[in-house]
């Protein structure tokens, strides 16, 4: 049998440069690979958890799919679908939930991230949220999850529940693990956190155009003087520098020593790199923009192809719990 991959991204926002190196590209490798299944949809029900707009999520529900397709996701080679159009997740997440602690599932850090970013939404829901993500992963099965560093916490958990449910139930769930990507962690532009949706200037989008990159790029903060130890701002700088122009970073980095570096030139260098890498995306998504029949289809068909499988998962979970 194929290993099973699953993955999603919550439906926040059109995906930016974190999503796309952080998750998108390992999607892509093991999309490529013929060892695997893949299974990639967006996360749009987890999008609930913390506040939102409602018509914001319609619309980005389908964004994300979109997005998916312009930077290379195939529903040749995987199944490309919504979370909210399988509600076998959420059924499975109630089943699993049997198996975990509230105590547990308080001390996450991501958990208690979300509660101190909004101190008044602290639902029942954002508490839920790993059992939904484990529910995603072993409706399918699936033992590979291409995802960010800052995801571990919430693979560690699935492993637990998919270790207990074998232990309690006999069912045959493997441990999800994560498959990391070169660019797992990727700076906020601010030069503080990781690049995210939520923080105001931090990102950018897979379809910014060049100047506005150029724009966004020379914003960075940098320390005013080349040589001697590295601002934060620098620093990120010279994490995009090896991501998109590896062949690049030890020219500059010399540069820096020597301290005849000129930041815009570094700047402008980084600029150009990674707009060579979005366009062809941007001119992919132009294309399929005009062909919305298509993409439905493409959806429809990937709703149903994972809804087959999870079903199945789900049918076999009830019979061993005693549902059935
Ligand atoms: N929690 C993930 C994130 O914020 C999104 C997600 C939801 C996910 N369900 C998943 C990722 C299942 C991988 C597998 O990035």
Same mark, same amino acid.
């Given at each position: 049998m194929k290993k099973r991959v699953l993955s999603g991204i919550r439906a926040t926002g059109r995906l930016h440069l974190g999503n796309y190196l952080g998750a998108v590209k390992g999607m892509l490798e093991l999309q490529d690979n013929t060892e695997y299944e893949t299974f990639y949809m967006v996360a749009d029900v987890h999008t609930i958890t913390t506040p939102y707009n409602v018509e914001e999520l319609r619309k980005n529900r389908r964004e994300v799919i979109v997005d998916y397709l312009s930077a290379g996701l195939d529903p040749e080679k995987s199944v490309i679908f919504q979370q909210s159009e399988v509600p076998e997740h959420m059924e499975l997440a109630f089943y699993l939930s049997s198996v975990v602690t509230i105590a547990k599932m308080q001390h996450l850090p991501t958990f208690k991230d979300k509660v101190k970013q909004y101190p008044q939404h602290a639902t029942m829901a954002l508490l839920n949220y790993p059992i939904l993500m484990t529910a995603d992963i072993l409706a399918y099965k699936a033992g590979f999850v291409p995802v960010g560093i800052d995801q571990e916490p919430h693979l560690e958990a699935a492993r637990e529940i998919a270790r207990r449910m074998n232990q309690d139930y006999n069912t045959d769930f493997p441990q999800p693990q994560s498959f990391k990507t070169e660019g797992e962690y990727i700076p906020a532009l601010t030069g503080k956190g990781k690049m995210s949706k #939520?923080?105001?200037? #931090?990102y950018i989008n897979l379809t910014d155009d060049l100047e506005t990159i150029r724009k966004k790029i020379r914003a960075v903060p940098t320390a005013d003087t080349s040589g001697g130890e590295k601002s934060e701002g620098l620093r990120t700088l010279f994490i995009f520098l090896k991501l998109f122009s590896p062949e690049s970073s030890g020219e500059f980095e010399k540069k820096f020593e020597s301290g005849s570096l000129q930041f815009v030139e570094l700047k402008d260098h980084i600029t150009e790199a990674i707009f060579k890498e979005l366009e062809p995306i941007q001119t992919d998504r132009k294309r399929l923009e005009t062909d919305p029949a298509f993409v439905d289809k493409i959806i429809k068909n990937g709703n149903e192809k994972a809804r087959e499988v999870a079903k199945k998962t789900v049918k076999e979970v009830r019979e061993k719990m005693g549902l059935a």
């Open positions: #939520s923080v105001e200037g #931090s």
